[in-house]
């Protein structure tokens, strides 16, 4: 069934409640006299309300209506804000250079306004020492502070230790500042076109694409990071079980009787 209101002739009632092209109040008025005036003023008879006695119509430009309620939701879906919670996966006894780029993702992901949850995957015997994961996690949560803020509190999920981190602006806001300085660039790179140095200008612009380009691969290895990280998982947990049999004391056969 259409949505879209019935318009002109496929309007089927004998006297509508006219409402004039600047809002104004025409009052009840047969449906011939309605289209009459939609013609005199060469717009569009379009009914707003089926359900009232009579129906409401008003005089509009219906196609320059829908155009410009297209844009208005355009524009909402543009500024909705999803809220979106990426994963940063850390091993207690991480190393210094794999923390700072695990912790460069983390920082990307709080300026775009989005949450973080961070775990700590423990395996063989890190697993006695919870400790560990919990001073890591605290680290982590000082050393971005000033982009986010610990929103659950480091807590013992089985195997693994999980801490969710809020960021200070929000997402609408990010969105709004990523698209001014994606505007300020698109204006910017059309203004240097339009001078002398278009030569110049194009290399800086192949410079500025390559940066976006190279954006997009930090997310691609924040994700292959944690794929690396989940298959060495699988891959230790089967090696516990024999690593923890080994520690058994070894129990030595009887001796015979006969002997």
């Known amino acids: 069934m259409s949505t879209e209101p019935r318009i002109n002739d496929r309007?089927?009632?004998?006297?509508?409640?006219?409402?004039?092209?600047?809002?104004?109040?025409?009052?009840?008025?047969?449906?011939?006299?309605a289209l009459e005036l939609a013609q005199e003023y060469d717009l569009d008879l379009v009914e707003v309300a089926a359900t009232a006695r009579p129906p409401v119509?008003?005089?509009?430009?219906?196609?320059?209506?829908?155009?410009?309620?297209?844009?208005?939701?355009?524009?909402?879906?543009?500024?909705?804000a999803h809220t979106v919670i990426k994963e940063?996966?850390?091993?207690?006894?991480?190393?210094?250079?794999?923390?700072?780029?695990?912790?460069?993702?983390v920082v990307r992901f709080l300026k775009q306004g989005?949450?973080?949850?961070?775990?700590?995957?423990?395996?063989?015997?890190?697993?006695?020492r919870p400790e560990l994961g919990f001073r890591l996690l605290q680290r982590l949560a000082d050393d971005v502070q000033d982009l986010g803020f610990v929103?659950?509190?480091?807590?013992?999920?089985?195997?693994?230790?999980?801490?969710?981190?809020?960021?200070?602006?929000?997402?609408t806001e990010?969105?709004?500042?990523?698209?001014a300085l994606a505007d300020a660039r698109k204006a910017e790179r059309q203004g240097r076109v339009a001078g002398s140095d278009a030569?110049?200008?194009?290399?800086?612009?192949?410079?500025?694409?390559?940066a976006i380009e190279a954006d997009d691969a930090l997310d691609a290895a924040a994700e292959a990071d944690d794929a690396v990280d989940a298959v060495?998982?699988?891959?230790?947990?089967?090696?516990?079980a024999p690593a923890d049999e080994a520690d058994a004391p070894v129990e030595q056969p009887a001796a015979s009787q006969g002997a």
Request: aromatic share 4%.
């Open 151 to 171: 929103e659950s509190s480091p807590k013992q999920d089985g195997r693994n230790m999980i801490m969710v981190l809020g960021p200070h602006k929000k997402k």
């Open 199 to 210: 030569p110049a200008d194009a290399e800086e612009d192949d410079a500025l694409d390559a």
């Open 57 to 80: 119509c008003k005089l509009m430009d219906y196609g320059k209506f829908k155009y410009e309620s297209a844009m208005k939701a355009r524009e909402a879906r543009k500024n909705q």
């Open 11 to 33: 309007i089927r009632v004998p006297e509508v409640r006219l409402v004039g092209p600047s809002g104004e109040q025409v009052g009840i008025v047969p449906l011939a006299k």
């Open 88 to 105: 940063m996966k850390l091993r207690p006894k991480i190393d210094p250079h794999d923390y700072d780029t695990k912790k460069g993702h």
């Open 232 to 240: 060495t998982e699988a891959q230790d947990a089967p090696a516990e």
């Open 174 to 179: 990010a969105m709004a500042e990523a698209r």
């Open 114 to 128: 989005d949450k973080v949850k961070i775990t700590i995957m423990f395996r063989g015997r890190e697993q006695s």
